[in-house]
């Protein structure tokens, strides 16, 4: 990894820094084709060279969220589409324990999409 994106991470205020790094490891171990780069200031995930998400802090309330790229095809009450057409968010609290299973039936349905090619890899 390259070490502006291990910047990012070792940048940010506890508990932002150990809450982003846990969701970067629960991004990772979802697949091994699943390979972390950074794209627009932060750390964006790809799965076979397309964009799959990037893990970003809100300004305003700085809490730690997952940009999901194919939100539009996501469907979850816990997922916010605010001014986006495409993406959708999923925030996380930085002082309770990440929400597992929620996290992990988000990400497996985004990447359900890429694997059965309702988004086209290269």
């Given at each position: 990894?390259?070490?502006?994106?291990?910047?990012?991470?070792?940048?940010?205020?506890?508990?932002?820094k150990?809450?982003?790094?846990?969701?970067?490891?629960?991004?990772?171990?979802?697949?091994?084709?699943i390979?972390?780069?950074?794209?627009?200031?932060?750390?964006?995930?790809?799965?076979?060279q397309?964009?799959?998400?990037?893990?970003?802090?809100?300004?305003?309330?700085?809490?730690?969220?997952?940009?999901?790229?194919?939100?539009?095809?996501?469907?979850?009450?816990?997922?916010?589409?605010?001014?986006?057409?495409?993406?959708?968010?999923?925030?996380?609290?930085?002082?309770?324990?990440?929400?597992?299973?929620?996290?992990?039936?988000?990400?497996?349905?985004?990447?359900?999409?890429?694997?059965?090619?309702?988004?086209?890899?290269?």
């Amino acid at each position: 990894m390259e070490n502006d994106t291990n910047n990012f991470y070792f940048d940010q205020p506890e508990p932002n820094k150990s809450c982003l790094l846990a969701m970067r490891d629960m991004v990772l171990k979802l697949d091994n084709q699943i390979a972390e780069t950074r794209k627009y200031g932060m750390p964006c995930f790809c799965y076979r060279q397309k964009a799959f998400c990037y893990l970003w802090v809100d300004k305003k309330s700085k809490e730690p969220y997952f940009l999901m790229v194919e939100g539009k095809h996501l469907h979850h009450p816990k997922l916010e589409t605010g001014n986006r057409s495409r993406m959708k968010i999923f925030r996380v609290n930085p002082e309770e324990d990440l929400p597992i299973h929620t996290i992990d039936l988000i990400m497996n349905k985004a990447l359900d999409l890429y694997k059965s090619g309702v988004v086209k890899l290269k």
